[in-house]
C-alpha cells in the first residue's frame, strides 16, 4: 500500500466519519506520484503508474467516506467549529461525542529509505506530542505504517510510548493489524 491508501484504509478502520469523526487528510503530490522527473527504468515507471492509480482512486473513496481531502485545514476548523491544528499533518480526525481527536502520522510503501522515512514521520509526530491539547479535549497521537520492514524499525522505538504515542502496523486484513505500543482503545470507534 502506498501512503494514501494506507491514510484510506486506517481512516476506514479506525475513525470513519460515520461514526460521528470530522476527518481532514493531506495527500501530497509526491505520495501520488506526481513529483519527480522522468523515471529511468521500466520499474520505476510501473511503480509512478500505480501510485497515480493508487493515488486517484484513494482520493475518491475517502471523498466517498466524507473526509476532506486537502485544502485548508484552518478554513475546515472553523467550518466545523473544531480546534485549529498547527503543523503538517497527515490524518487529524476529531469525534465531538467523545471529545477525541486523533493526529496521525502515516508511511507506506516507498521507494526511498524506509527509516529514513520513518525518522521524518517520528520527528513530526513528536513535535506535534510538544504541543498543547487544546481545552476540553482529548488527544490521541498515532503513528501508522505498513510493510514488515518499517513496521519491526518501529517496533523497536518503545520510547515513543512515554511520550503518549501509539504505533499501528496496518495489515491488507484489517483483522491483522497490529498495535506495537501505546493506547489502541481510545482510537477504536
Known amino acids: 500500500m502506498f501512503q494514501p491508501e494506507v491514510k484510506l484504509e486506517f481512516i476506514r478502520r479506525y475513525c470513519q466519519p460515520i ?10 503530490a509526491s505520495e501520488e506520484g506526481l513529483t519527480g522527473g522522468e523515471r529511468s527504468t521500466d520499474e520505476a515507471r510501473v511503480r ?13 473513496e475517502l471523498q466517498k467516506l466524507g473526509v476532506q481531502v486537502g485544502g485548508k485545514r484552518r ?5 466545523h467549529e473544531l480546534p485549529y491544528i498547527t503543523g503538517d499533518r497527515d490524518v487529524i480526525a476529531f469525534n465531538i461525542k467523545k471529545r477525541l481527536y486523533l493526529i496521525v502520522e502515516v508511511e507506506g510503501e516507498s521507494s ?9 514521520a517520528i520527528g ?8 498543547e491539547v487544546h481545552d476540553g479535549w482529548r ?6 505504517v505498513y510493510g514488515e520492514k518499517i513496521s519491526e524499525d518501529l517496533r523497536q522505538m518503545k520510547a515513543l510510548d ?9 495489515d491488507d486484513d484489517k483483522n491483522k493489524d497490529r498495535w506495537l505500543f501505546g493506547n489502541a482503545v481510545t482510537v477504536v470507534k
Open 19 to 28: 461514526n460521528d469523526w470530522q476527518v481532514f487528510v493531506d495527500i501530497d
Open 48 to 60: 509512478q503508474r500505480q501510485m497515480q492509480k493508487d493515488g486517484e482512486t484513494s482520493r475518491k
Open 75 to 79: 478554513v475546515w476548523s472553523r467550518e
Open 112 to 120: 526511498g529509505q524506509p527509516e529514513q522515512k520513518l525518522y521524518k
Open 124 to 131: 513530526q509526530i513528536v513535535k506535534a506530542a510538544s504541543e
Open 139 to 144: 488527544r490521541n497521537l498515532v503513528l501508522v
Open 162 to 170: 512515554k511520550l503518549g504515542i501509539s504505533a499501528c502496523a496496518l
